[in-house]
């Protein structure tokens, strides 16, 4: 790819009618590749490698998004370790991103503000009014 990126798996479109590609899976991305850098939804995986924890914690905060973040470990205090160092709007450890209803769930940064499902989501459509009336 252009921006260095290798292409492991897929990467071309799917015949027929839209605009549908195969699941790809893009090796030696980094900052400033858009794979890496913009929120693409799949069926992409970029893969990028760190150094170090510091180094993993750098990566996950180098972009201007934030929905959710997956840490995968056999250590899990290890793991939410991570999370808790990492800017977005869910995390996860030893899981994939997911949403269930009855826990408030959104992102951060460019990934938008505040939260659907459960009480903290409903009162994202609620206006409060005030009423002060003197006598």
Do not use: C
Not at 62 to 70: E, N
Not at 89 to 110: C, E, H, I
Not at 116 to 131: N, P, Q, S, W
């Amino acid at each position: 790819m252009a921006a260095g990126a290798r292409v492991l798996t897929g990467g071309r479109p799917v015949p027929g009618d839209g605009y549908f590609f195969q699941p790809t899976v893009l090796a030696g991305t980094g900052p400033g590749m858009a794979a890496f850098d913009e929120e693409t939804f799949g069926p992409l995986a970029a893969l990028t490698v760190a150094h170090d924890d510091e180094d993993a914690v750098r990566l996950a905060d180098a972009t201007a998004f934030g929905l959710g973040l997956s840490v995968w470990t056999a250590d899990t205090a290890r793991g939410v370790g991570l999370a808790r160092r990492v800017t977005s709007g869910a995390a996860f450890v030893n899981a994939v991103v997911a949403s269930d209803p009855r826990l408030p769930f959104g992102g951060t940064k460019r990934s938008g503000y505040g939260r659907e499902l459960a009480a903290a989501g409903i009162r994202e459509f609620t206006t409060t009014r005030t009423y002060w009336v003197a006598a």
